[in-house]
């Protein structure tokens, strides 16, 4: 069983950063796509960034392209989430998720384990 531990969310003006990382458990992090998602009241969980199993090809989705950058740590089974430039509607609980094994591509769907959430309040 894997798990998956998210940290960093935090209150935060807007055009500020945070930087959210998520720590997974097991011996086949380094295998694995990773991604990150985010749930806003009254709203569905949504696709954010994804990375695969390399580190060779990253995804985001528009609302975030050139403010957000996802990376990872296989020595220390860790994925990254470096938010720059956050707007109100960035406000969220940002989930990390596990994907399939050795993909490269399709990062935006295929995750089967998720972490609990960590949440990010972006100030106007």
């Known amino acids: 069983q894997v798990q998956l531990v998210e940290s960093g969310g935090g209150l935060v003006q807007a055009g500020g950063s945070l930087r959210l990382s998520c720590a997974a458990s097991?011996?086949?992090?380094?295998?694995?796509?990773m991604g990150w998602f985010r749930q806003a009241p009254g709203k569905e969980r949504e696709f954010v960034a994804g990375?695969?199993?390399?580190?060779?090809?990253?995804n985001y989705a528009d609302s975030v392209k050139g403010r957000f950058t996802i990376s990872r740590d296989n020595a220390k089974n860790t994925v990254y989430l470096q938010m720059n430039s956050l707007k109100p509607e960035d406000t969220a609980l940002y989930y990390c998720?596990?994907?399939?094994?050795?993909?490269?591509?399709?990062?935006?769907?295929?995750?089967?384990?998720w972490g609990q959430g960590t949440q990010v309040t972006v100030s106007s």
């Open positions: 998720a596990q994907g399939l094994p050795y993909r490269e591509l399709g990062l935006t769907s295929g995750y089967n384990y």
């Open positions: 097991g011996r086949t992090f380094n295998i694995h796509a």
């Open positions: 990375i695969s199993w390399s580190g060779r090809n990253t």
